[in-house]
């Protein structure tokens, strides 16, 4: 049963840390994305990739923030430094062209202290 | 610019009764939609989707959804809701020109009282 993967499920660090969150897409999924959902802002868009390239990535606070395909069955979402308002469930999804469908993964749940 | 609003933060119903959950959307054209469900602790899950043809669609689970668009909306419905439907319901708006870029609406939690 193909799934998308991501790793850490939980995270706890304290500010200024650096944190790393990856993911595997299913394979023969083309499109990933990165989303960030909190109680107050709901499921925020972070960036996303097509085809390994970064096609939108304006959702993400870029002083701190970064996102990667390094290849195709990897996505990375870096945080550094990290800061208590980065505390947040942070879900990646990828996507086959034709369809548009996402499949999400069970999400990231992030903690700065 | 792409926007999705679902107005019912919370919503509380009957096993059995009826179901309709509300989105609106802002897309200048043709939008591809959907309707994914979040049980706690989990990633979302597709229940419906549509990108063209036949307004009505049906989903996964009993669900179904109506585009309008004299509306712009793309309400999801079920006849009988069960208490196993009780999680968060998200509608969601991609572009049809091909960016898939994906914006959530905010989420309607579902509680079912038996």
């Known amino acids: 049963d193909a799934r998308v993967t991501q790793t850490p499920r939980h995270k706890v660090t304290e500010m200024g840390q650096e944190v790393t969150m990856r993911c595997q897409p299913i394979?023969?999924?083309?499109?990933v994305f990165w989303y960030r959902q909190t109680m107050m802002q709901g499921l925020e868009l972070l960036a996303y990739?097509?085809?390994?390239?970064?096609?939108?990535d304006s959702g993400m606070p870029k002083d701190r923030f970064s996102a990667e395909m390094p290849d195709a069955t990897l996505a990375t979402l870096k945080i550094q430094p990290s800061e208590p308002r980065d505390s947040a469930v942070y879900f990646c999804a990828s996507g086959p062209d034709r369809t548009g469908e996402l499949f999400f993964g069970e999400g990231s749940r992030l903690t700065v202290l | 610019a792409q926007s999705v609003t679902q107005p019912d933060i919370h919503i509380t119903v009957s096993e059995g009764a009826s179901l309709e959950l509300r989105c609106n959307y802002s897309y200048g054209a043709t939008p591809y939609l959907f309707w994914y469900v979040q049980s706690p602790g989990q990633g979302l899950q597709l229940l419906l989707k549509y990108f063209s043809g036949d307004t009505l669609v049906q989903g996964i689970k009993g669900f179904e959804a109506e585009f309008k668009r004299s509306q712009s909306s793309f309400n999801l419905r079920k006849p009988s809701v069960h208490w196993s439907d009780a999680a968060e319901y998200f509608c969601a708006v991609g572009a049809s020109s091909g960016t898939y870029k994906y914006i959530f609406g905010t989420g309607t939690r579902l509680k079912v009282l038996a």
């Open positions: 394979l023969g999924h083309n499109t």
């Open positions: 990739f097509r085809n390994r390239a970064p096609l939108d």
